[in-house]
């Protein structure tokens, strides 16, 4: 395997970006991509950045500059053909694989405290075999220099608390930690 690098997503690597999603991810396959990727790389592919092993993606890290008009964007344009791809049961849970489903229907979910001053916010994944070689920080460093270019001043991530191994690694690169309700997660911002 070539040593991997970090480049622009390009047309042709959402397979491998949505096969990263699943692999990495919890919850319904179908469903993951679909939420957690596939508006990202539709609604703004020039943050979107992939780890290259020279054979196939094996991470990303995927972002927006204006999560408010992500948000909006969602509503209007994702939402309507992602609600036809996916039966909503009336008693769907709050957790696992529907609670994935309920995320993708509930995109002002993203709306988080600190919003306004940390409008951006990313999704960052690797496969295991890439974890613990500094990709990860390269990832964030690639997408806060973009967002720095366009004059973002700040940026935010949710992470699930119950990772403390994430949230120290987040911590370690500056972020801190966001005042939120238990149910947003581990909200963490940073100023660009």
Known sequence: MAEP?????????ESHVFDVCVRIGHGDPA?????YAAPYLRFDPTL???VDTGERVAGYILGTADTREF???YRAEWLPAFAARHEVPDDAPADG????LAAGLSPERMLVPGVDEYPAHLHVDLLPELQRQGLGRMLIQTLVDA?????VRGLHLVADPANTSAVAFYSRLGFVALPAEPEVGALMGMTL
């Open 48 to 50: 979107a950045f992939v």
């Open 71 to 73: 948000v909006r964007r």
């Open 31 to 35: 469903i993951l991509a679909d939420v």
């Open 97 to 100: 694989p529907q609670g994935v």
């Open 147 to 151: 967002l720095r270019t366009r004059g």
């Open 5 to 13: 690098r970090i480049r622009p997503f390009r047309e042709g690597d």
